[in-house]
C-alpha cells in the first residue's frame, strides 16, 4: 500500500529551527512535484512552497529566505527545512505528492504535523 508519511514537527521557541519530513513508501515508481501547505488556527490552509521533480522551488513571500524545501529521490524523501521561526508560523503542516504509479500520477496527502512556536 501506497503511503505518505510525516515526521519532525514540535514545540520550538520563536529564533529556533526543525526539519520536518515527507515520505513515500510503497510501490512508486517516482515522485514528481512535493507542496508544503500549513492551516493555523481559525485559518483556511495556505501552500507555503513547492518543488518540482526537477528541483525547481517557490515559496510564499511570509517564509520567504527562512524556509527551504529540498528532496532526496534515493530516498523518497522531501524536507521542509524552518529557520528563524516566528509565533506566526505556528500551524499543522501538510506535504502533498503527486506519486507516479503503474504510469498514472496520483496526488497523496501527508497526516500532517503540529508545529508550535513559542515566544
Known amino acids: 500500500q501506497v503511503q505518505l508519511v510525516e515526521s519532525g514537527g514540535g514545540l520550538v521557541q520563536a529564533g529556533g529551527s526543525l526539519r520536518l519530513s515527507c515520505a513515500a513508501s510503497g510501490s512508486i515508481s517516482s515522485i514528481n512535484a512535493v507542496r508544503w501547505f500549513r492551516q493555523a488556527p481559525g485559518k483556511q490552509r495556505e501552500l507555503v512552497g513547492a518543488i518540482t521533480s526537477s528541483g525547481s522551488t517557490n515559496y510564499a513571500d511570509s517564509v520567504k529566505g527562512r524556509f527551504t524545501i529540498s528532496r532526496d529521490n534515493a530516498k523518497n524523501t522531501a524536507y521542509l527545512q524552518m529557520n528563524s521561526l516566528k509565533r506566526e508560523d505556528t500551524a499543522v503542516y501538510y506535504c502533498?505528492?503527486?506519486?507516479?504509479?503503474?504510469?498514472?500520477?496520483?496526488?497523496?496527502w501527508g497526516q500532517g504535523t503540529q508545529v508550535t512556536v513559542s515566544s
Open positions: 502533498n505528492a503527486e506519486l507516479q504509479i503503474l504510469g498514472l500520477v496520483y496526488s497523496y
